[in-house]
């Protein structure tokens, strides 16, 4: 049975992931939420004024009444800018796993934040949450993605073929997991 706890501060090395406040909308427009290839690597839409962006954090800010809504804001320690989201966007309690979605900004990527972010929130699923089962899906355009993935210890397991059809092709979508036992043995 899962014990939901809801989204608390996690703090790691370089970073604090916590809840997002409307004090993040000017850095959320400035360092990712605006930027196209950013969000459509994850599947969202673009915010690009403060009003939207406020419309967003509404929906965030509300769902952490719930015990069971998990979404952090990823706070660069050093410049105390929100650089990303990280998140268990889909939860379930029935068969006790959760999947994460994360997005980094662009002047962030590939120094180690969504790694770091990633593997401290599988942390917080498995220790606090008590999942069985965490899982992880990306585009098959997105390698750095997958090579956060791999990073942390999932393993994959297929690929849901022309899934997202995006600029007029078709992109697969990858699976990967990792299970509490699996995760125990790190």
């Known amino acids: 049975m899962l014990t939901h706890v809801g989204t608390n501060t996690i703090e790691t090395e370089r970073l604090v992931l916590r809840r997002f406040t409307y004090e993040d909308n000017r850095s959320m427009l400035n360092n990712w939420i605006a930027d196209e290839k950013v969000q459509s690597l994850y599947s969202e839409p673009v915010y690009s004024t403060a009003e939207e962006v406020k419309g967003l954090l509404d929906k965030y800010i509300g769902s952490y009444e719930r015990d069971d809504y998990y979404r952090w804001a990823v706070i660069e320690k050093a410049s105390g800018e929100c650089i990303g989201q ?22 962030f990527q590939c120094k180690g934040y969504a790694t770091e972010a990633a593997k401290a929130v599988i942390a917080y699923g498995f220790d606090k949450i008590n999942l069985h089962k965490v899982q992880i899906c990306t585009k098959t355009i997105n390698k750095p993605s997958k090579r956060v993935i791999e990073k942390c210890g999932l393993t994959y397991e297929g690929t849901l073929r022309d899934y997202f059809y995006m600029n007029g092709e078709y992109v697969g979508r990858l699976y990967f997991s990792i299970l509490r036992d699996e995760y125990k043995n790190l």
């Open 86 to 107: 990280i998140a268990y966007f889909l939860v379930d309690s029935k068969n006790h796993f959760a999947e994460i979605e994360y997005c980094i900004g662009a002047a």
